[in-house]
Nanobody, 125 residues
Framework: QVTLVEPGGGLVQAGGSLRLSCAAS????????MGWFRQAPGKERDFVAA????????YSADSVKGRFTISRDGAKNTVYLQMNNLKPEATAIYYC??????????????????WGQGTQVTVSA
């Protein structure tokens, strides 16, 4: 079993930056690829970015490329999402997720096995 804890997101003005973190604990063998998803009000949950267990492979959604960066600290089993030049449409609940697979597992949420509780990010215009 793996548990994910996401400290609070926050409120930021458009054009600003925010860094999310998510710490995984439990059976470390099961902490494989890690990813971020987001769900805006009234919309489905969408993929944002993912990173392999060895941090060599990363992948981001086209909508955030060049502005969001995913990284992880293997020693701490923590994944980060650095969000720069934020836009109001980035307002959403952000969820971190962990897959048991160590390689890249893709963009579909059913590929991930464990989920954080979600954290609110609000970008004001």
């Amino acid at each position: 079993q793996v548990t994910l804890v996401e400290p609070g997101g926050g409120l930021v003005q458009a054009g600003g930056s925010l860094r999310l973190s998510c710490a995984a604990s439990g059976h470390t063998f099961f902490i494989g690829a890690m990813g971020w998803f987001r769900q805006a009000p009234g919309k489905e949950r969408d993929f944002v970015a993912a990173i392999t267990r060895d941090s060599i492979g990363t992948y981001s959604a086209d909508s955030v490329k060049g502005r969001f960066t995913i990284s992880r600290d293997g020693a701490k089993n923590t994944v980060y999402l650095q969000m720069n030049n934020l836009k109001p449409e980035a307002t959403a609940i952000y969820y971190c997720a962990v897959a048991r697979s160590w390689g890249m597992v893709g963009v579909r949420d059913h590929a991930y096995d464990y989920w954080g509780q979600g954290t609110q990010v609000t970008v004001s215009a």
